[in-house]
Nanobody
Framework: QVQLVESGGGLVQAGGSLRLSCAASGRTFSSYAMAWFRQTPGKEREFVAGIRWSDGRTYLADSGKGRFIISRGNAKNTIYLQMNNLKPEDTAVYYC?????????????????WGQGTQVTVSS
């Protein structure tokens, strides 16, 4: 069984920073890519950022451009999301996801494994 575990969420003031981490455990697997999504109550999960293992290519949603940076760790299937200049509208539960094969980065159904999420709250 594969588990993705997120950490690093919390409460921060607007303009502050947080760094989210995601690490895989359990059965060994090779992912094509990993990504971060976020979700607020009553809304669908939305893509935030993704990174492809083969070449480190990154994808960022417009909402995070210039503020968020996704990176991969030395350990396989470990990724980070550095979030700077946070805004109240960034408040959400942030999920880590792993894609085993290629697909549409922005679609939830392209991802095979999901973490339980970590809450990020940005106060104004």
């Amino acid at each position: 069984q594969v588990q993705l575990v997120e950490s690093g969420g919390g409460l921060v003031q607007a303009g502050g920073s947080l760094r989210l981490s995601c690490a895989a455990s359990g059965r060994t697997f090779s992912s094509y890519a990993m990504a971060w999504f976020r979700q607020t109550p009553g809304k669908e999960r939305e893509f935030v950022a993704g990174i492809r293992w083969s070449d480190g290519r990154t994808y960022l949603a417009d909402s995070g451009k210039g503020r968020f940076i996704i990176s991969r760790g030395n350990a396989k299937n470990t990724i980070y999301l550095q979030m700077n200049n946070l805004k109240p509208e960034d408040t959400a539960v942030y999920y880590c996801a792993a894609m085993l094969y290629g697909g549409n980065w922005y679609m939830e159904r392209a991802y095979d494994y999901w973490g339980q999420g970590t809450q990020v709250t940005v106060s104004s």
